[in-house]
């Protein structure tokens, strides 16, 4: 399974836009690579999920270049209610494979 | 539809005791995960059913613990025995299908502690 490399920790303030960068040089051919959130004493939540390109829904964007060796998760305008632990997974069914993750606090 | 539920949401239990932990997935999902939080670490995959079938327990510990997913009701998670070092958050997750796009959904989780 791909390792994912994160950083540990992100600085934000409210209304900027802020981007995750996941390295995850060994990804398989058949993994999309998805993104969860997770708040404080609850379970992950689903934020995006895609293969290739770019990929964007109501909350956030998603941007693979073609190597697919890389993924950004593109937050726009924080709000305080953003601050969590942003977990990228290389996904092909079955279990995730959860690493550090990147624990976002933004700012007022 | 509802959510994924788990419960109890809080179990405490006495060392040499058995913790017994409960997830029903959403409606129409057959693919059930269970995944266990130490405090201050992250999600560990601990075992993936589906409906009678165990697919992957290649995170569970070789001894004490064991899972089901009966054809009726909830899957359940069982920790014979615990000791202190079980005291984790428990989720379980859900899946329509285990391939391709799995988006799995999480439950609030079960705290337990053990004293």
């Known amino acids: 399974l791909a390792k994912t490399t994160q950083p540990i920790s992100m600085d934000s303030y409210e209304g900027q836009e802020v981007n995750i960068t996941c390295s995850h040089n060994n990804i398989a051919t058949n993994d999309y690579i998805t993104w969860y959130q997770q708040f404080p004493s609850q379970g992950p939540r689903f934020i995006i999920q895609?293969?290739?390109t770019k990929v964007t829904n109501e909350v956030a964007s998603l941007f693979i270049p073609a190597d697919r060796k890389s993924s950004t998760l593109s937050l726009p305008r924080v709000s305080l209610s953003d601050t969590a632990v942003y977990y990228c997974l290389p996904t092909e069914g079955g279990k995730l494979i959860f690493g550090q993750g990147t624990e976002l606090s933004v700012k007022p | 539809n509802a959510g994924v539920m788990q419960n109890p949401r809080h179990l405490v239990r006495r060392r040499g005791q058995e913790a017994r932990l409960r997830c029903s997935p959403m409606?129409?999902?057959?693919?059930v995960y269970w995944y266990r939080q130490l405090p201050e670490e992250g999600l560990k995959f601990m075992v993936y059913?589906?409906?009678?079938?165990?697919?992957?327990e290649s995170g569970m510990p070789k001894e004490r613990f064991s899972a089901e997913f009966p054809k009726e009701g909830p899957s359940i998670l069982r920790i014979q025995q615990v000791v202190r070092g079980d005291s984790a958050a428990y989720f379980c997750?859900?899946?329509?299908?285990?391939?391709?796009?799995?988006?799995?959904?999480f439950g609030p989780g079960t705290r337990l502690t053990v004293l």
């Open positions: 895609g293969y290739k």
């Open positions: 409606k129409g999902h057959s693919h």
């Open positions: 059913l589906q409906k009678e079938n165990i697919i992957d």
């Open positions: 997750a859900s899946s329509p299908s285990g391939t391709g796009r799995n988006e799995q959904f």
